[in-house]
């Protein structure tokens, strides 16, 4: 049996319950192929694999919090801390009632092969809680926020651990966080976590960075194909961060995207998202997407799942994990969709990224396509370093370059071995090489 598939059913025995993390195990390691089967006997005499896929530190805690009628209760907290050879670990915090250890830790799996893309020097890390912010007032908000920073604090600082946000995890968490941090401390350590508010340390341009760095990567993808995204038609799926942000560069380049979603609908808008409206209902007044169609009159809401059934040129999927699963990756196929284009994490299922990619469809897997955000957090993390901040357009402008960095990196990849065009092929050598180098260099630990 090959050191691969030796691997993956040991993973499969070990961790039958941690479907998600398997299901990115495999991805990684299927287009690993081509590098590992070169030298497979130096690879397992190092135990390589197994080290790769084994984080090197599982954080898990207890967070106990009060809520506004004075009921006490308890969420578990995690920290995975899965590959620090290239740098401190980096990784956003996830704040959403389905957070469990797989979810975890397929999450920081992937965020080392993202991170070692973008080119700058971080490690790959995820953490959050099965904590629901959604109805939850600010000040239960805040004592669960000063809650988890009470354990997670004694395992992050800025040469150690850089948390960000994530689902559920915003500018107000961050902040939160922040000030809860400095208080257990006593330091003003600006550079132990990013998405910081501007008046403490954050960074212009990185509310926008996913978003405007998933629309960056594609405009190139379009053009490396002798098009572009003037004119096209675009689907996108979430209403939160990612998906804002993606909608506001997409139109600024002169597409049309006609949908959003959040966890309960979805917006058909042939007239194109109004994103000011958006950003009011989603951002200001945290309401459900009925209130954007209540605004609009051009709007449809449609209750549950059904984004990526309305004909496109691209789509965007920027809410969640396993959001595009096979049927609805033959609805694109059917429907003239050319690219897919991934701002959420693993957003499409692995037999859908097989149906897209066999049916010539140009698919930019999320660890290359949303690395825009984790690239600008590690820019906040420079600018608290030098004390300074950049303006929004210095900073716009290297996501600009990561991002072109990026695409062609993993594109020459994918050719030099021999996959020219499988973008998931060429991400995860690409991601994978600068980390093995890092590695191998560091020693059997
Ligand atoms: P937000 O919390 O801002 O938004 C998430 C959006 O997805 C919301 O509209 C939410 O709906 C919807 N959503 C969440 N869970 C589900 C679900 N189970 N089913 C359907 N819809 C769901 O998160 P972000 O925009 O920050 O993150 C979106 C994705 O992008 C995630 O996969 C994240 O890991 C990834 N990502 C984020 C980065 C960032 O910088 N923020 C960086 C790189 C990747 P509702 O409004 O109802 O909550």
Not at 269 to 278: M, Q, R, S, T
Not at 296 to 325: I, M, W
Request: glycine letters at 10%; charged letters at 25%; proline letters at 4%.
């Amino acid at each position: 049996m090959s050191y691969i598939d030796e691997t993956i059913e040991k993973i499969q025995k070990l961790h039958p319950e941690q479907k998600e993390f398997i299901q990115a195990v495999k991805e990684v390691l299927e287009s690993l192929r081509p590098v590992i089967e070169r030298n497979e006997d130096e690879y397992r005499r190092e135990a390589f694999l197994e080290r790769i896929t084994t984080p090197e530190r599982i954080i898990m805690f207890r967070v106990p919090w009060v809520d506004d009628k004075g009921n006490a209760h308890v969420n578990n907290g995690y920290r995975i801390q899965f590959n620090g050879a290239i740098g401190p670990f980096k990784g956003g915090l996830r704040l959403h009632p389905s957070v469990n250890l797989s979810i975890m830790k397929f999450l920081a799996f992937e965020q080392v092969f993202k991170n070692s893309l973008t080119g700058l020097p971080i490690g790959g890390a995820k953490g959050g809680s099965d904590f629901d912010p959604k109805g939850k007032s600010d000040r239960e908000v805040m004592a669960f926020c000063q809650s988890f920073m009470n354990e997670l604090y004694r395992h992050i600082n800025h040469d150690r651990d850089v948390p960000a946000g994530d689902i559920g995890v915003g500018a107000r968490e961050i902040g939160y966080l922040f000030g809860q941090y400095r208080r257990l401390t006593a330091q003003y350590e600006a550079g132990v976590l990013t998405g910081k508010g501007l008046s403490f340390g954050g960074s212009l341009c990185r509310r926008e960075a996913t978003g405007y760095g998933l629309v960056y990567i594609t405009e190139e993808l379009l053009k490396d194909h002798g098009t572009s995204l003037e004119g096209k038609r675009v689907v996108v799926s979430g209403a939160g961060n990612v998906a804002t942000y993606a909608i506001q560069k997409a139109q600024q380049l002169g597409a049309k995207v006609v949908t959003c979603s959040d966890s309960t609908g979805w917006i058909y808008d042939p007239e194109g998202i109004e994103v000011a409206l958006l950003k009011e209902v989603k951002e200001v007044k945290r309401a459900r997407l009925t209130e954007y169609a209540k605004a609009r009159p051009s709007a449809e809401y449609h209750e549950g799942k059904g984004v990526f059934t309305v004909p496109c040129d691209v789509a965007l999927p920027c809410a969640t994990q396993n959001e595009l699963p096979l049927e609805y990756a033959e609805a694109l196929v059917k429907n003239g969709c050319m690219a897919v284009c991934e701002g959420a994490n693993m957003p499409t299922t692995l037999e859908a990224t097989a149906y897209l990619q066999s049916h010539g469809i140009l698919f930019l897997p999320g660890k290359a396509a949303n690395a825009g955000g984790v690239s600008v957090s590690a820019l906040e993390m420079s600018q608290n370093s030098e004390r300074l901040s950049w303006t929004f357009e210095e900073v716009d402008a290297k996501l600009q370059g990561i991002m072109k960095n990026i695409y062609a990196n993993i594109s020459a990849r994918a050719k030099e071995f021999g996959k020219e065009g499988d973008y998931v092929s060429g991400a995860n050598i690409a991601g994978f090489l600068k980390v093995e180098n890092a590695m191998k260099a560091q020693g059997i630990i």
